[in-house]
């Protein structure tokens, strides 16, 4: 599965792409989330708040709750401040 | 028309090329943005715009979509740049045609609330005690939320 992140998260992640292989068990993007912040230091100080960090997969925005399967785009990024 | 671009772009231009040909058109609206010079009581330099290809376009897109189900339009024109801007730079035009001004100047102001709080944009400021990332807004939200219609 490919995961991107960008603007603060990129620099907290310290990278702004990897391709990951899920653990058994992870079915959904709170799950994943989860599972993301156990991989270190720098993800569990990245993704500490979920109030500011939003979640896109395959380019549409989406809950907690929503699957995700191997082959999925994911997207980690802040609130966007465009325009 | 969703144009996603580093370069600058003609307002002028822009609009002249949007509307030729097409006399049903009695109303433009514009928005243009702009790279301000202080931000949060701070004075910035200049700012770098970070975005996410392929889905800026796509919320592009269904921004303009949504706009055009809403409105009778007969043009609409969004460009936005990325890349390191510097104040006075122009960040974005949003161009709304139709036939009356009601729906031109509605839709425009839909379109630059919308494209605020979904398109994904990031803003990097360069100010005197380093890079800062710009938090959003929660006016913006609002703004947006006052389009809502569920």
Sequence with gaps: MRIL??????????????????PPGVGDVAALLG????????????????????????QEYVKPSHPIRDGDEIALFPPVTGG | MIRVQREDFDIGAEIAALTQGNHQIGGVA??????????????IG???????????????????????????????????????????????????????REAALASCAFLIDWLKTQAPFWKLEETAEGGKWVEARK??????KRWKTD
């Excluded at chain 1, 992140?5 to 899920?22: D, H, I, P, Q, S």
């Excluded at chain 2, 006016?139 to 947006?144: I, N, P, V």
């Design chain 1, 5 to 22: 992140y960008f603007a603060w998260l990129r620099g907290k992640v310290g990278t702004a792409e990897e391709n990951v292989t899920l």
């Design chain 1, 35 to 58: 599972w993301l912040r156990t991989r270190g230091p720098r993800f569990a100080e990245a993704l500490e708040d979920l109030s500011v960090v939003r979640v896109a997969v395959n």
């Design chain 2, 30 to 43: 514009s928005f243009v943005g702009l790279v301000r010079d202080k931000a949060g009581g701070g004075a």
């Design chain 2, 46 to 100: 200049a700012m770098t715009l970070e975005h996410y290809p392929g889905m800026t376009e796509k919320k592009l897109a269904e921004i303009e979509t949504e706009a055009r189900r809403r409105w009778t339009l007969d043009a609409s024109l969004i460009i936005h740049r990325y890349g390191r801007l510097e104040p006075g730079d122009r960040i974005v035009l949003v161009v709304t045609a139709s036939a009356h």
């Design chain 2, 139 to 144: 006016g913006d939200e609002a703004a947006t």
